[in-house]
């Protein structure tokens, strides 16, 4: 085994906080990148040998600033260690099924009889329990059985996919996050831990609470394209441009709806904003104006004022957009382009704090550093 990186730099609101992580895929390794990011010192087990991703260890990303230590949890003295590890960790993340932890030796009322202070992760589509809660599955039928789908897309469409980011990444790896800091919380006066039960389906469905509201009210038709939000309403969609670029239009309120009418030229066409009645009309001449121009000068065109109007760019260009580099918003590290840290503290910083491991890179130097004494 090498030395590999230091432990994880000593910035960020979390610092000082130990985080295990059992090896998985997708939103229990983001959770876990998300809390390294911040500062926590997060270990994840890897199989020896193993690797999850079809890049080089160096471009899975999901595994920046933690260490890997390789173990054999089928092995009893492999297992051994990792409970050896839970006694001196905070928290705990697996992305099993439910029931293969339990089956490894290294379920809920195992760890916590270790450590009973451990807030132990678990994050799964389903949840722990249900009739689906055995099956296997992934962001997209997560999503299927929730409603949210159902919305995504236009008028006469099918249900559009919003790769992986509103199933896997928001209503999952961010709700965990936000359960085990809960869970972190409420230990300072209890003294126990506890599960957090982290379900895909049930973060995602609460993402929709605003939505559920607005049916409530009878603000919002169960149809895909005909609401304000979902491409429905002509002042807030996408616009192709000249060159076969795309603007964001996004103008909701009347203040800035006024601005963005007078700089794209639009004339009666732009009166009545929320009669719906004239929308297919305001729709035709706001496509027109836009197909006169090229991105880039629809864009100067936009760049100060609160028209809400914005440049659709692609994963490429994006470091490049002014505000996104002034805020630093994507870094280059170690020839990687990524998405630097967020969100920002005033006083603790969080940093990147060393680069995707190499699976078992930091076995010996975690056993040292966790297990000493």
Known sequence: MTDGIAAPAPTGPLRGLRVLELAGLGPGPFCAMHLADLGADVVRVDRPGGGTMAVEPRFDLLNRGKRSIALDLKDP?????????????????????????????????VCLARQPRLVYGRMTGWGQDGPRAHTAGHDLTYLAVTGVLHAMGRAGGPPQIPLNLVGDFGGGALYLATGILAALWEVQASGQGQVVDAAITDGAAHLATMVAGLRAGGAWRDRRGVNLLDSGAPFYDVYATADGGHMAVGPIEPQFFAVFAQRLGLGEEAAAQYDPATWPRLRTAIADRFAQRTRQEWTEVFADGDGCVAPVLSWAEAPADPQLRARQTYVDRDGVVQPAPAPRFSRTPAALSGPPAEPGEHTDQVLADWLAG
């Open 77 to 109: 003295a492999g297992l051994e260690t990792a409970l050896r590890l839970v006694e001196r960790a905070d928290v705990l993340i697996e992305g099993y099924r439910p029931g293969v932890a339990e089956r490894l030796g290294l379920g809920p009322d």
